[in-house]
């Protein structure tokens, strides 16, 4: 199973800009869609985007279409969150999720997450 370790969190003020990675390890990483999700403090956890195994097709959820951007390098074994116009309520815990190739996004592996804070 592919192991998943976020990086880039922290804390920005409202209007800037993150750029979140997610490091894979252990089996091919080009075998997964990616994804991202982030929950907030008593919220449910919500999707926010997802990316194919080939980085051709994305989803993103309609609270960051326009703001954030995914993206992929599999040489790197590495999945992207590039986030802009940050607003206080993106706060929460985001953690990357990986699919196996044939799964229709059934995620099987979560990262341990990481924190970004945007201040008003």
């Known amino acids: 199973q592919v192991q998943l370790v976020e990086s880039g969190g922290g804390l920005v003020q409202a209007g800037g800009s993150l750029r979140l990675a997610c490091a894979a390890s252990?089996?091919?990483?080009?075998?997964?869609?990616m994804g991202w999700f982030r929950q907030a403090p008593g919220k449910e956890r919500e999707f926010v985007a997802r990316?194919?195994?080939?980085?051709?097709?994305?989803t993103y959820g309609d609270s960051v279409k326009g703001r954030f951007t995914i993206s992929r390098d599999n040489a790197k074994s590495t999945v992207y969150l590039q986030m802009t116009r940050l607003k206080p309520e993106d706060t929460a815990v985001y953690y990357c999720?990986?699919?196996?190739?044939?799964?229709?996004?059934?995620?099987?592996?979560w990262g341990q997450g990481t924190q970004v804070t945007v201040s008003s």
């Open positions: 990316i194919n195994f080939m980085g051709t097709g994305i």
């Open positions: 252990g089996r091919t990483f080009s075998n997964y869609g």
């Open positions: 999720a990986a699919a196996p190739r044939a799964s229709g996004y059934g995620w099987t592996t």
